[in-house]
Nanobody, 122 residues
Framework: QVQLVESGGGSVQAGGSLRLSCAAS????????MGWFRQAPGKQREFVAA????????IYAASVKGRFTIARDNAKSTVFLQLNSLKPEDTAVYYC???????????????WGQGTQVIVSS
């Protein structure tokens, strides 16, 4: 079992930045690839970014590439998502997830956090 707790969400104006954190506890953090997903009201959960076990490989959704950066600190069992140049369409609940490998599909992730809200106003 892995427990995931996100933090760092909030309300910002368009063009602003936020840094999300996801702290893991339980089984060895470095055994898992980590992903970030988001879900806006009335929409399906969508992939945002993912990072491999060692942090060497990352993938991003086209809509956030160049604006968001995923990173991890295995010593602190934490994964981060830096959100820059935020747009109103980035408004959503952001979830972190742990899985066997990096994937854009939520079905490959085994454990999920409870989410943190990001609101971007124009």
């Amino acid at each position: 079992q892995v427990q995931l707790v996100e933090s760092g969400g909030g309300s910002v104006q368009a063009g602003g930045s936020l840094r999300l954190s996801c702290a893991a506890s339980g089984r060895t953090f470095s055994s898992y690839a980590m992903g970030w997903f988001r879900q806006a009201p009335g929409k399906q959960r969508e992939f945002v970014a993912a990072i491999g076990r060692s942090g060497g490989d990352t993938i991003y959704a086209a809509s956030v590439k160049g604006r968001f950066t995923i990173a991890r600190d295995n010593a602190k069992s934490t994964v981060f998502l830096q959100l820059n140049s935020l747009k109103p369409e980035d408004t959503a609940v952001y979830y972190c997830a742990a899985g066997a490998w990096t994937s854009e599909s939520p079905s490959f992730y085994l454990y999920w956090g409870q989410g943190t809200q990001v609101i971007v106003s124009s």
